[in-house]
């Protein structure tokens, strides 16, 4: 049903709370089912059966119910969705400068750009040259491996990312994702496994009875010449998937996935996106 569908069956039926007011009444549930969906995964109460329709989880396993019903259609994070929240920038002249390239870490990167008052949040659609948005880009590792998969152009239909194969999960580091508990990172790990784990549609409840989740660990940071354009500043990450995990699913809305071998030589680099390429130099160096 749509989310329209549910309030009116539930008016019908009158379980609606006498709280529940408003004119827009659906929109509301629907964005409130999503965030169920985004958070909890495949632990969720609802799923999608196709866009803007839900499902019971409960019912999944009904013989009664049809097929077409108990198979759960994946929403894809593209890439552009994710600017939407105040996001951490550097200063675009700090970032082009030579002091930036002399840090390969980001605790020490951060503290260099706070006492250069180089480093704020910003509105990550603003146009404003001044600052440039820094990107977390995260790779799954398992051993000498990383999860690889090819994009799709819902996902990002930009030329230089359409359809060409991708090591990494992008993200921001976003505003909420900074707390007591962030290290002095700005958040950038939680931020950063949040992203992962909503592209590899899992959730917290997935780990339960392994202790806390490992966060992926930044390893570089790199800036991505655009030419007259703003750099692109890379907080390259890296995470440990756990041994249980096998990306073979459609639940995974990925194209083409497979777990690519670092110590494979590359005979097509062209086929791999600009941050990718940025990604891939960066290991060959530590290697």
Known sequence: MSARAIISAAYRSGIVPEHLYGK????????????????????????????????????????????????PFPARRRTRDLLNEPSLALSTRYATSERFSQFHTWHELVEDAERHDAIKYVDPKATSPEFTIIWSFSLVRRAGSVLSYRIGRYRD?????????????????????????????????EGALDALLTDLDLSSRAFAGEGQVELPASTDIVTLDQGERRP????????????????????????????????????????????????????????
Not at 42 to 50: K, N, Q, S, V
Not at 169 to 175: A, D, L, Y
Not at 237 to 259: A, Y
Request: proline letters at 5%; a negative charge; charged letters at 25%.
């Open 24 to 71: 827009t009444q659906h929109k509301t549930l629907q964005a409130r089912l999503s965030e169920e969906i985004l958070y909890n995964r495949r632990h969720a109460f609802f799923y999608r059966t196709e866009p803007g329709v839900f499902f019971l989880t409960e019912f999944m396993s009904d013989p009664m119910i049809p097929q077409k019903f108990k198979t």
């Open 157 to 189: 239909d930009r030329d230089q990312f359409a359809n060409h194969r991708t090591i990494g999960f992008p993200g921001i580091v976003g505003f909420t994702n900074n707390s007591l508990f962030s290290d002095g990172d700005y958040g950038a790990a």
């Open 232 to 287: 692109i500043i890379l907080l390259i990450m890296q995470w440990n998937c756990p041994d249980w995990f096998e990306p073979t699913t459609r639940r995974l809305s990925l194209n083409d996935v497979c777990w690519f071998d670092l110590s494979t030589r590359i005979n097509n680099m062209d086929d791999f996106e600009p941050w990718s390429r940025a990604a891939l130099e960066c290991i060959r160096k530590q290697q």
